[in-house]
């Protein structure tokens, strides 16, 4: 998450400290998941507030989005994100293809020859590597999570998809199955968000049982 520290200390100077850190914690919510619900007993927990420190702090954080929870520099920033995302797939589309489709001219045939021996001048030409298809395959698959993660989480959610992608390690399918279970879900946003949350909670360090900073 791209983070502007003039802008956001010329915007942000009437918070107190607690408030900053409610402000962050939730902006932070917003983008790894796409959103924030708008429910105060869980706004409070994302922001690590009791209800009563959560009701004292937020007036002064909820004018910083506008109705419904939404952030506008936020959401222009998952765009933006988004699109340099499906520029990147595309251009990795395009070169597997490229790679796939590319067969050698008969001059780069021989001159790959040794010369010296006729019979391996006769040899046909090599097949199309292996790793280049597994790398068209792959790209493929995840060029279709994507599709298929925007009809269940909505078009605008290209940075919640790369964080669960991100959340499973790389495996497009074990991602792709965890969409699809969102797919059942009342709320499928949300139950990718807690699937990322719960991953990077299981990542977070700990020192003598206790998870934190050591």
Known sequence: MPLYIADYLRDTRQLTTAEHGAYLLLIMEYWTVGELPADDRKLARIAGMTAPEWRKAKPNVQTFFTEGWRHKRIDHELKEAERISNAGRKAGLASANA?????????????????????TICQPSPSPKKEDAASAASVDQEVDLFRRGKEVLGVNSGGLIKNLLAAKGGKVTDARAAIETAAGKQNPREYIGGVIRKREEANQPKWNGIEGVL
């Open 99 to 119: 790679r796939r489709n590319k067969q050698p001219t008969i001059d780069q045939r021989l001159f790959n020859e040794t010369g010296n021996d006729p019979t």
